[in-house]
């Protein structure tokens, strides 16, 4: 009977343990399907950070060489630069044309531009001197 007894008790007391048992068992199951699903979380985010990697790698990449956009930018650098000496030497060459036509010009006309450069620069100093300044905004009204 004894042992019946101390069975009892002990089949009692398994008996009330036993919601806290479900219970807790219950929070691990939540816990691990949480746990499961930051883990699906953090595998798609690896994913997509791999796939940007390649990406990035495969049009950027230092070890293979120049890669696609690079050589792309690079080309129209080129291009670019080989335009803007192309005008430069256009523009350097309008600039020399203009001054043999000038002086041609002037030559034809018997023009001294130095003469004239003197006498502008003689009439500035005057009108400077005597308080005549064609930039003052008080006279210019």
Do not use: C, W
């Not at 919601?19 to 949480?34: C, H, I, T, V, Y």
């Not at 985010?45 to 990406?55: G, P, R, S, T």
Request: overall charge negative; proline content about 1%; cysteine-free.
């Amino acid at each position: 009977m004894e042992t019946t007894e101390g069975l009892m008790a002990k089949v009692n007391d398994i008996e009330s343990r036993l919601p806290r048992f479900e219970s807790s068992l219950n929070n691990l199951r939540k816990e691990n399907e949480m746990l499961r699903i930051e883990l699906n979380k953090i595998n798609e985010n690896l994913q997509d950070i791999m796939a940007l990697y390649e990406v990035v790698s495969n049009q950027i990449n230092p070890f293979i060489g120049v890669s696609k956009i690079t050589a792309t930018s690079l080309e129209k650098l080129e291009r670019l630069e080989t335009e803007y000496k192309r005008l430069k030497k256009t523009v350097e060459e309008l600039t020399n044309d203009l001054i043999i036509l000038g002086s041609l010009y002037l030559n034809q006309l018997n023009i001294d531009l130095e003469e004239i450069i003197e006498d502008v620069l003689e009439e500035e100093l005057i009108k400077s001197v005597s308080g005549e300044d064609t930039h003052d905004t008080k006279n210019s009204e």
